[in-house]
């Protein structure tokens, strides 16, 4: 285990994150202190997957030591990173995950956009746990990606050379606390920028943007 709460491990997270390089994040899900990647690899092209893990192999993450196993097709790379619960898929192009949203330039911008936002969440959680005391505060968080309005139209009034940055989906954070006192939870609460609320389906959602990126919050 990591350690620390789910604030430690999102560090780590990120620090992993940063490590690595500009991997796109088809799917990220805390539970807790278990945190688990899927990513798409954009470079090297399948043949070099071996050098490209060799080039890794010896990287500490934020004090850890990477463990890389690739499977029999050289398509899909497992890590795990050393005395945490911190883990990822990283997945070739030609492999793509499931349920991957469309690529595009647009793509580059969100691992760290993501990253921010985890570092600010993570600060979030351990300031909480410092002014309300108790255990470390436990979420679960999910990322997922939502379809933007209006993406057909402005893909289709950009310039050709844009096309690949108009995004046809936006990364979203959806937090859930697992285990954490009401005055922790009051103490994050506290400390969330400007809070909307919308109703979605039969379910009334609250949304705030942390560091940029949209964040569902618990009910």
């Not at 796109?24 to 997957?49: A, C, I, K, Q, Y």
Request: charged share 25%; hydrophobic share 45%; net charge neutral.
């Amino acid at each position: 285990m990591t350690g620390g709460g789910s604030g430690a491990a999102l560090v780590v997270g990120s620090a992993f994150m940063d490590v690595l390089g500009a991997l796109f994040p088809v799917r990220m899900n805390l539970t807790g202190e278990d945190l688990e990647f899927t990513f798409v690899l954009s470079d090297p092209p399948p043949d070099d997957v071996a050098e490209w893990v060799q080039r890794w192999s010896g990287t500490g993450v934020a004090g850890h030591v990477p463990r890389f196993f690739v499977d029999a097709s050289g398509r899909r790379i497992r890590v795990e990173l050393a005395g945490t619960a911190v883990r990822a898929v990283i997945v070739v192009p030609e492999a793509r995950a499931p349920d991957a949203p469309r690529p595009g330039r647009w793509q580059d911008q969100v691992p760290t956009a993501l990253r921010i936002a985890l570092d600010e969440i993570a600060r979030m959680l351990s300031r909480c746990h410092h002014y309300a005391g108790g255990p470390e505060p436990l979420i679960d968080l999910e990322l997922g990606y939502r379809p933007e309005a209006g993406y057909e139209d402005r893909l289709a009034a950009a310039h050709d050379s844009a096309k690949g940055w108009v995004a046809p989906v936006r990364p979203v954070l959806v937090m859930r606390w697992r285990s954490a006192t009401s005055a922790q939870r009051k103490a994050f609460a506290d400390e969330l920028p400007d809070v909307t609320s919308t109703r979605r389906w039969i379910r009334r959602r609250r949304t705030a943007k942390i560091m940029g990126l949209e964040v569902e919050l618990p009910s």
